[in-house]
C-alpha cells in the first residue's frame, strides 16, 4: 500500500472541537435511540481523521451533527476556538460558509432538475460571493480542478456516470472556499476502479488547499491510506482514537482487533494463515441500552465490571485513547495481522 497520510506534517492547531456530542431520535412510546452518546473529540488543522464502525455505529449522523444538518441534542461544537450554536440560523449560516459535506450517493445529492453549473455555483450565490460574471468563471475553474471540463456546466447529472457525479460533489463542497470539509462515505457507491481516482483527487486537493478532512468509511484500508488519525465508534461512542499507524500496529479495543482482523490481507498465504476472530452474541440495541460497555454482550473477555460500569475514553498510551476497562491491566495489546 502506499504511503499513508498521516507521514504527512499536520497542524496541531485544532480546528473543530466536539465536546459530549449526544444526538438522540424520538422513536415513540417513551423510547429515544441513541445514535451519537457523548463524543468528544478534535479535529487539528490540516489532518484527515478517519472515522470508521460497523453500519449502525453513528458515524453518518455525527457527521451530519458536526455539519449541522443535525441539531445535537447536547453538546458543544467549536469551530476555530469560537463556540458555534447551531440551533441559531445565522450561526449555522456563517458555520457552512467554512464547513461542507461530500455525500455518500453522488446522485441522490445532486439536484436533477438543475445544471451542473447552477449547482456548484448555488453556494456562492447563496453567500454572495463574486458577482455573476466571476461565479460563472468559478465554476469552470472548480469543474477543470476535479478533473471534469467547462463543458460539462450545462448538462445535468444524470448525464455523467457515479465517478463524475461525486467530482461534482467535490466541486460544490469547494466552491465557497472551505476550510473543513465531512466525507460521508464519498466512495461507497462506487465502482472500485473509480475509487481510487476520487480518493487520490481529494488528497490532492487537501494539500493544494489546506483543507481538514473527517473521513468517514467502512473500508479500514482505505481509511488507514488517506487517514492521519483514527476514529472508531461502536453503537454511538467512541472506543479507540490514535494515529492511523499507531492503532494498526498497537490496536488495544476488542472491538477495534476484531474489526481490523476482518480486513482481508492481499496475499493468499498470509490470508490463510490469519486467525480469524469471529464475535459472538448480537448486537445490542441503541434504542434505551443497557448501563454498562455497549460491547459487553459481544466481548469474548468482558468482566462483571464491563456489564455495570460504563468505561470512559482515556488515554493510555501517547495520544493513543481506549474506552476499555480490561486495557488497565495490559496497556498494550498485541499488533493484529
Known amino acids: 500500500m502506499a504511503e499513508t497520510a498521516n507521514n504527512q506534517a499536520v497542524d496541531n492547531q485544532v480546528l473543530v472541537s466536539l465536546h459530549d ?3 438522540y431520535f424520538n422513536v415513540g412510546r417513551g423510547k429515544t435511540l441513541k445514535a451519537v452518546d457523548g463524543i468528544t473529540l478534535d ?3 490540516g489532518e484527515t481523521l478517519g472515522v470508521v464502525g460497523e ?3 453513528g458515524k453518518s449522523t455525527l457527521g451530519r451533527v458536526v455539519m449541522g444538518i443535525y441539531h445535537p441534542t447536547k453538546g458543544q461544537l467549536t469551530y476555530n476556538g469560537k463556540v458555534v450554536d447551531l440551533k441559531k440560523t445565522r450561526d449555522r449560516f456563517n458555520y457552512s460558509k467554512k464547513a461542507q459535506i461530500i455525500f455518500q450517493d453522488p446522485y441522490a445529492s445532486l439536484n436533477p432538475r438543475m445544471t451542473v453549473g447552477d449547482i456548484i455555483a448555488e453556494g456562492m450565490e447563496i453567500h454572495g460571493m463574486y458577482d455573476k460574471a466571476r461565479r460563472q468563471e468559478r465554476v469552470y475553474e472548480l469543474l477543470e480542478t476535479v478533473g471534469l471540463n467547462r463543458e460539462h456546466a450545462n448538462r445535468f447529472p444524470h448525464e455523467f456516470s457515479g465517478g463524475q457525479r461525486q467530482r461534482i460533489g467535490i466541486a460544490r463542497a469547494l466552491a ?3 476550510e473543513f470539509i465531512v466525507c460521508d462515505e ?3 457507491a462506487l465502482d472500485v476502479s473509480i475509487q481510487s481516482q476520487v480518493i487520490n483527487l481529494l488528497k490532492e486537493l487537501q494539500g493544494k488547499l489546506g483543507l481538514t478532512y473527517m473521513f468517514i468509511a467502512h473500508d479500514l484500508n482505505i481509511v488507514k491510506y488517506i487517514s492521519d488519525r483514527i476514529a472508531v465508534m461502536y453503537l454511538g461512542n467512541l472506543v479507540e482514537l490514535a494515529d492511523s499507524d499507531e492503532i494498526y500496529a498497537h490496536t488495544l479495543h476488542p472491538y477495534s482487533q476484531a474489526l481490523l482482523a476482518s480486513v482481508p490481507i492481499p496475499d493468499p498465504d498470509r490470508e490463510a494463515q490469519k486467525k480469524a476472530t ?3 452474541g448480537d448486537v445490542p440495541s441503541p434504542i434505551n441500552p443497557k448501563p454498562g460497555c455497549k460491547f459487553a454482550g459481544r466481548c469474548p473477555r468482558a468482566t462483571d465490571r464491563c456489564r455495570a ?3 470512559a475514553l482515556r488515554e493510555v498510551r501517547p495520544h493513543h485513547f481506549v474506552a476499555c ?3 488497565e491491566s495490559e496497556q498494550e495489546a498485541p499488533a493484529q495481522a
Open 21 to 23: 456530542i449526544c444526538k
Open 43 to 45: 479535529i487539528r488543522k
Open 55 to 57: 453500519s449502525g455505529c
Open 176 to 178: 465557497i472556499e472551505p
Open 186 to 188: 464519498p466512495i461507497s
Open 278 to 280: 469471529v464475535l459472538g
Open 309 to 311: 460500569e460504563t468505561p
Open 325 to 327: 476497562h480490561l486495557v
